[in-house]
């Protein structure tokens, strides 16, 4: 008998799908046996998955619309990753309010856009699975990533208030917490401070994409972890346990 994990044929949204965490995410899905639906804000990257859409997290209608034509066209849509997410760093006295508004945007505020149109939904059917894009700045903080940190933070609330009331209608909330990883993201950070941060890392190497992306398609699964809700996954390699 071969082992499944449950995805088969089970829509799933990830948002930020075009590369990085996400485009492992909706590869791995795929190859799972998921319906994948990727919805970005770009046509950069590939097209990867069942369905790729273009809308921005930080429009509603927007988002609204795009979850609407996955459910039409692929069907009920049983899980949600939300992992699009931008940083605009400086140190805080320098941090001017467009640039802590632009990452609560997007990194929170798109979180909403793209659940509550689905979150009733998954309630109606009594199933379903999210999993929230946190990260190791949202737990420990970091020098310069006030915004970044205070939009991944409230990412583990949110999951935490959503397990709680989502668990009587069979809809469980989960987070993945990434350390640093070899990602765009991580490209931009300089070569010294990079040095810096890795010396930190007692298995003294950066994470892949492909080991996030298997932490999330562990807390979806309706098999794997049906009674995992409202938890934090780290995936950090000992850098903040």
Known sequence: MALSLGLEGKVIVVTGG?????????????????????ICRSDVGPTLGRMHLKADVTDAAAMSAAIDTVENE????FGVVANAGITQDSLFPKMDFAAWKNVIDTNLHGV???IHPVVPRLYDRREGAMVFISSIVGERGNVGQANYAASKSALIGLAKALAREGARFGVRANVVAPGFIETDMLKDVPPN?????????PMRRFGKPEEIAWAVAFLLSPIASGYTTGVVLRVNGAHHT
């Open 18 to 38: 075009n590369r990085g965490i996400g485009a492992a995410t909706v590869e791995l899905l795929s190859g799972l046996g998921a319906k994948v639906a990727s």
């Open 74 to 77: 692929l069907g009920p849509i």
């Open 112 to 114: 909403f856009h793209t």
């Open 193 to 201: 401070v990079r040095e810096k941060i890795l010396a930190e890392v």
